[in-house]
């Protein structure tokens, strides 16, 4: 086990909704970043938080938000839920910039 | 320039033979090539990884080979088991900062 914990474990939504997924970084660890992996895919980068503040986004629209809490746990927002939003969504935590390590992720069904 | 290509798609190996899995970058800026371990339902987990400045480096019956000149890494898993089953990612990135993985090897190990 690696200390990241994400919640909930399996979440399904209806098109057009919104949410919101929740990651406890591993103590210690200040840095936060947010992936999604779809089906028979590696993990894509969403963005990334370094004590509080955005650190790097990839190539995803404005709707999919996040933020870092003083306690460096984060949330990954995503707003007006498409079907291809379906997915698994994981978290890493690092300190700085060393080794990250991933969450067991949260499985996303959009329907 | 951001694309880690990963070969093959899916492996099967005998137990006790030797696992390949090979990925290929453009982005010469790279610096940072770990290997992952993914099990279903749960999160990617660090096997191994490797800077730019050595061409080989072993833990256990893990092995990365790189070769800066082809941009190109391979990782060797030494007398396969049963229990090494699972879907294999390499990534790269840039001081440690967002990776890029490649698509994933599901690799099966047959007694």
Request: proline share 5%.
């Amino acid at each position: 086990e690696t200390g990241v914990t994400q919640s909930p474990t399996h979440l399904i939504k209806t098109r057009g909704q919104q949410v919101t997924l929740r990651c406890s970084s591993q103590s210690g660890h200040n840095t936060v970043s947010w992936y999604q992996q779809a089906l028979g895919q590696g993990p894509q980068f969403i963005f990334q938080y370094y004590r509080e503040e955005e650190n790097g986004r990839g190539n995803f629209p404005p709707r999919f938000s996040g933020l870092q809490f003083p306690n460096y746990s984060s949330e990954l927002n995503v707003n007006a839920l498409e079907l291809d939003d379906s997915a698994l969504y994981l978290c890493a935590s690092s300190l700085d910039w060393e080794e990250a390590f991933f969450g067991q992720g949260t499985r996303l069904t959009v329907v | 320039q951001q694309q880690v290509k990963q070969s093959p798609q899916s492996l099967i190996v005998q137990k006790g033979g030797i696992s390949i899995i090979n990925c290929a970058y453009e982005n010469t800026a790279f610096d940072y090539f770990p290997w992952y371990q993914q099990f279903p339902g749960k999160g990617p987990a660090l096997l191994i990884a490797i800077r730019p400045d050595v061409s080989e480096k072993k833990e256990g019956r893990f092995t990365i080979s790189f070769n800066k000149s082809a941009k190109q890494f391979s990782l060797h898993i030494m007398d396969s088991q049963p229990g090494d089953s699972a879907t294999y990612f390499c990534a790269a990135s840039m001081d440690k900062e967002k990776l890029t993985f490649g698509t994933g090897t599901r690799l099966t190990i047959i007694p």
